[in-house]
């Protein structure tokens, strides 16, 4: 009970609602969640996109702008960086990559299976293969032992065969 009365404080108090940002001139691309969810009090929200610029973009502002009480409220972010590389953060594509493939599978559950979604979740899971069996044990599909090559009769819930768990 004490969970429930918990979540319902938290909800009754947003501290920022209709979010929007301002990515500040860095040319973004598949950021999740696809919109941003209000924030309350206790909570945080993470976003994870890709960016392409053809240089590092350095002193970047980011403004994040939203209501508070009824009232616009904007928070300004300076002196950011856009780095084309940087290896210090290079959990980063994994992390897009889990996010990519939770979508891509939501929009399967939600749209019905279509071969464009299934060829991209193939495609970044062979590219983070490293990351497959993490990836997999979020959706829930069973471990089959040590697999080197696709192996008929594996299935991610909704996409059918034809995906090996790569441990």
Do not use: C
């Not at 920022?16 to 950021?31: N, R």
């Not at 924030?39 to 403004?63: E, H, K, M, P």
């Not at 994040?64 to 290896?87: H, M, W």
């Amino acid at each position: 009970m004490y969970g429930v009365s918990n979540f319902f404080t938290k909800v009754n108090y947003p501290v920022l609602t209709d979010l929007q940002i301002d990515m500040g001139g860095a040319k973004t691309d598949l950021i999740y969640p696809r919109s941003i969810p209000d924030v309350f009090r206790g909570s945080q929200v993470t976003l994870i996109g890709r960016y392409s610029n053809a240089a590092s973009l350095d002193a970047i502002s980011l403004r994040l702008t939203g209501k508070s009480s009824g009232q616009s409220r904007s928070f300004t972010y300076d002196k950011l960086s856009f780095p084309l590389r940087a290896e210090a953060n290079d959990y980063l594509p994994r992390l897009w990559a889990t996010r990519r493939v939770g979508w891509l599978m939501e929009q399967v559950r939600t749209n019905g299976e279509q071969k464009e979604l299934r060829d991209e979740i193939d495609l970044i899971l062979a590219r983070n293969r490293n990351e497959v069996t993490k990836i997999l044990d979020q959706y829930g599909v069973p471990r089959v032992g040590n697999v080197e090559e696709k192996v008929p009769g594996i299935a991610v819930p909704g996409l059918g065969a034809a995906h090996t768990r790569v441990e």
